[in-house]
């Protein structure tokens, strides 16, 4: 997916349809999963790890084919929604199965910080690889290596143990993962997840923003946006080697209220090297929440109904991801660039009530 969009947004700029086709094909990325990530969860519930991860990979070869075969708008608009919903189909089957699979405790941290450094990495490594093949081999060939990578996925899937769910129901309805909000621990995790994704989000449009405010270089800009990253995974890291030092309740308290610190200082910090270690303490800080808050799902949710959970916890995220960046973009234009960083370390005080 992050090679699929990376090469389809310079595909749209280059043929000439403009920026707001960029935004446009963004977000067919996430409209797939927010509509759907609900029935995925049920999918798994119901038929386990395998039968997914067919679908999704499934999805992601045609999403990459489908644009490599006729390059247009239609075919790539096309390629970006079925792209992100096959990634968020596969994610909500690992996710579930990996919880599933593992003993409760230190071991579901530590493999959910696992799960949580996969997808870091890979938004690591896609640009490069992206950037290298669009030069070296153009748009077609690139599209056709992201259609190769899922893919190859299969074989790694047989390898993972089929799960003897016996005789399951129907497909869950959408009524029925909304049920799940009724469980007081599920809804403020969720609500956790929702605030800490919308950080998350803020980051990555004020420091832009206000790196070319104080004349930083684009350069400058991209290694304080990479410190943040290499900090969510180093401590993702530290998760999985000391699961057992780290209690839910008492880890995501500590990085909320480090990143709320953070989020009300950020404004302030003038220069380069005060911008890294703003970054640095956010991406840890924030990168440190995800495992915990899949783990403490995982083990609040009814049995049989993680999918359902999880699904119906891609489908918000997505939501927001859909509507964040244009919020913050006209919060910023009708204030100041840094008040969704002072916005957004406000809203974390006040989620800390959530993990009471």
Not at 89 to 113: D, T, Y
Request: glycine share 10%; aromatic share 8%; hydrophobic share 55%.
């Amino acid at each position: 997916m992050a090679i699929s969009r990376i090469a389809a947004s310079l595909w749209v700029l280059n043929a000439g349809y403009g920026e707001w086709s960029v935004g446009l094909l963004l977000s067919l990325y996430s409209a797939g999963p927010m509509l759907l990530s609900w029935w995925a969860g049920g999918l798994s519930d119901r038929y386990g790890f395998h039968r997914p991860m067919r679908i999704a990979v499934g999805l992601a070869v045609f999403g990459g084919l489908a644009p490599a075969i006729h390059p247009s708008l239609a075919s790539i608009g096309l390629g970006s929604l079925l792209t992100g919903t096959a990634s968020s189909i596969g994610a909500i089957a690992v996710q579930r199965a990996a919880g599933r699979l593992s003993e409760q405790g230190a071991n579901l941290k530590r493999v959910f910080s696992w799960i949580a450094i996969a997808p870091a990495v890979s938004n690591a490594i896609a640009p490069a690889i992206s950037g290298a093949l669009l030069d070296y081999s153009g748009f077609v060939t690139t599209l056709l290596v992201a259609a190769v990578i899922p893919a190859c996925a299969l074989y790694v899937c047989v390898k993972v143990p089929v799960e003897n769910l016996g005789l399951r129901g129907t497909q869950a309805s959408l009524r029925e993962a909304i049920d799940l909000l009724s469980i007081k621990a599920y809804r403020r995790m969720l609500l956790l997840n929702l605030v800490t994704i919308s950080s998350w989000d803020a980051h990555l449009f004020v420091v832009p923003v206000l790196g070319h405010a104080q004349q930083l270089s684009a350069t400058q800009i991209g290694i304080v946006l990479g410190v943040f990253s290499a900090a969510s995974i180093l401590i993702r890291m530290a998760i999985v080697r000391w699961a057992e030092a780290f209690k839910e309740k008492t880890a995501m308290r500590v990085a909320v209220v480090i990143a709320m610190l953070g989020f009300l200082a950020y404004p302030w910090l003038e220069g380069f090297r005060l911008m890294l270690v703003g970054s640095a303490c956010l991406g840890m800080s924030l990168g440190s929440v995800q495992p915990m808050l899949l783990s403490s799902i995982h083990q609040v949710t009814p049995d049989g109904r993680q999918g359902q959970a999880l699904g119906l916890r891609s489908m918000a995220l997505n939501g927001i991801n859909l509507v964040m960046p244009s919020s913050f973009g006209l919060i910023a234009n009708l204030s100041s660039s840094a008040l969704p960083m002072s916005i957004m370390g406000i809203l974390l005080g006040l989620s800390l009530c959530l993990l009471r």
